[in-house]
């Protein structure tokens, strides 16, 4: 159900869309080992000891419950050439059933994406309500980085997908 969005919320949208993240997928299987998976954008870093990630998830997502109680999932770190992958994981209209682009790591039984420049092995550490979202705070357990040569991120920004630019020299 839409609610009516004040001005003020519309303008921390807009001001919020020009600051520019990374693309992930996060990914499991659910009880019943279908693949689940959602795009996130609003991923970040929390600690070095012990290994900590977090992420947002909305309470308003379909399968609130599946992401809240999940024991174990992965964050994929999408390269530049995976749009179709963020925009597949992002829809709400899509089958799911369908998707065959991931391998399964056998120790922690978990989905990952193939052709990501990396991904993290998690398991939820700590949740914490804030607002219309929860700050999901995970353990890493593994992570792997890309084999590339020269790995380029998906990029968001302005409510639109971009490539990583030049290096900025001083």
């Known amino acids: 159900m839409d609610k009516f969005v004040t001005v003020e919320q519309e303008n921390f949208k807009k001001a919020m869309s020009n600051f520019s993240t990374g693309i992930t997928v996060i990914t499991f299987f659910d009880k019943y080992s ?84 990396g991904y993290l092995i998690c398991k939820p550490w700590n949740k914490i309500e804030a607002g219309d979202h929860y700050v999901m705070i995970s353990e890493v357990l593994k992570t792997v980085h890309s084999s590339q040569e020269e790995p380029k991120p998906l990029i968001y920004f302005n409510r639109d997908y971009y490539n990583l630019g030049d290096v900025i020299d001083d």
């Open 34 to 117: 279908r693949l689940q998976g959602m795009t996130v954008n609003s991923f970040n870093s929390v600690s070095l000891d012990p290994l900590l990630v977090l992420y947002s998830l909305g309470k308003n997502n379909k399968n609130f419950d599946l992401y809240l109680n999940s024991e174990k999932f992965v964050v994929n770190i999408l390269s530049n050439k995976q749009k179709r992958v963020s925009d597949f994981f992002s829809s709400r209209e899509r089958e799911i059933e369908g998707f065959s682009n991931y391998c399964v790591d056998e120790v922690h039984n978990v989905p990952i994406l193939n052709n990501v420049l």
